[in-house]
């Protein structure tokens, strides 16, 4: 996974989500309700302009491995795929709503998430402790402090023009 270069922002926000349907329902041993969970949160995905990395629906549970913009938190990610999948499920199998799920929500209110990263907590750590103030300049500003540095050197103070 690489970084994203946002507007004012340059980073990663990845999280796996694990929605869990309403009563935990073994819904998705059912072939055709679990190809079309799969298609509606690709869609939804999207729709809404996340990137999915890895999606598997088992029989009672959906695991989600996605990148969303830094402006959503998980929970507004979870709120969006699941009001999005969770009509068109409906729409598409109205018999789920007769038997299964008749309170109206098909997905439980709880949502597991966690953040993903390509590096570990020690390494941010180590990070902090020992790389504040220790940064290399690159190439560019390399060449800028040499200029600067010759320009400085060569420049005359006022008082010379009137000693020669």
């Known amino acids: 996974m690489e970084l994203t270069s946002y507007n004012h922002s ?27 969970c799969e298609v509606f949160i690709c869609e939804a995905s999207k729709r809404y302009g996340f990137k999915i990395h890895a999606l598997k629906v088992e029989h009672d549970h959906v695991h989600l ?13 979870a709120q969006l795929i699941k009001g999005y999948t969770s009509r068109l499920i409906f729409l598409q199998f109205p018999w789920l709503r007769n038997t299964l799920f008749r309170k109206g929500s098909f997905w439980s209110s709880g949502l597991f998430f966690r953040s993903v990263g390509n ?18 300049p690159n ?6 402090m040499i200029f600067a540095r010759r320009k400085a050197k060569s420049q005359k103070r006022l008082d010379q023009f009137f000693a020669a």
Do not use: C, D, W
Request: net charge positive.
């Open 119 to 136: 590096v570990t907590s020690e390494t941010i750590e180590h990070y902090i402790k020992n790389a504040q103030g220790k940064h290399k």
């Open 139 to 144: 190439k560019q500003q390399l060449m800028r």
């Open 10 to 36: 340059y980073g990663q926000n990845s999280q796996h989500l694990v929605f869990v349907p309403k009563y935990r329902h073994n819904i998705f041993a059912n072939k055709q309700v679990k190809l079309a």
């Open 65 to 77: 491995f996605a990148e969303f913009h830094p402006t959503i938190s998980p929970s507004k990610a």
